[in-house]
């Protein structure tokens, strides 16, 4: 086996919680797949231009944090033999979870900034 064949991806969930304190565990995922953290996903969004009318601080700022969509990030690693594998069942959990009005929107990919 090469070292290619041996190096890990990640996969990052992105999502926003419908209900407070809701709670799951992950099925088993493929081997070597693991969850690596969580935590809150930072603002980032493009540069805008002002208008040339003033707006206070707390006004813009409250706008700019309603518009985010994703509040909460997990990490996972693993071999990427099998990232496509771990995709759907990270897919699966989060469809499921959206569909019982845990989670009000998700979505899944390799790199945290895309």
Same mark, same amino acid.
């Given at each position: 086996?090469?070292?290619?064949?041996?190096?890990?991806?990640?996969?990052?969930?992105?999502?926003?919680?419908?209900?407070?304190?809701?709670? =799951?565990? /992950?099925?088993?995922?493929?081997?070597? =797949?693991?969850?690596?953290?969580?935590? $809150?996903?930072?603002?980032?969004?493009?540069?805008?231009?002002?208008? $040339?009318?003033?707006?206070?601080? $707390?006004?813009?700022?409250?706008?700019?944090?309603?518009?985010?969509?994703?509040?909460?990030?997990?990490?996972?690693?693993?071999?990427?033999?099998?990232?496509?594998?771990?995709?759907?069942?990270? $897919?699966?959990?989060?469809?499921?979870?959206?569909?019982?009005?845990?989670?009000?929107?998700?979505?899944?990919?390799?790199? /945290?900034?895309?």
């Amino acid at each position: 086996m090469s070292r290619a064949d041996t190096d890990n991806k990640n996969l990052f969930v992105f999502y926003t919680l419908e209900k407070e304190n809701a709670s =799951w565990s /992950y099925p088993k995922l493929p081997s070597g =797949w693991n969850w690596i953290g969580s935590g $809150s996903v930072a603002s980032i969004s493009k540069s805008s231009k002002r208008k $040339s009318r003033s707006r206070s601080r $707390s006004r813009s700022r409250s706008r700019s944090m309603s518009r985010q969509v994703y509040q909460i990030e997990e990490q996972f690693s693993g071999p990427k033999q099998n990232i496509d594998k771990t995709r759907e069942i990270l $897919s699966r959990v989060f469809t499921k979870l959206k569909n019982n009005k845990l989670v009000k929107v998700f979505k899944i990919q390799e790199s /945290y900034l895309k």
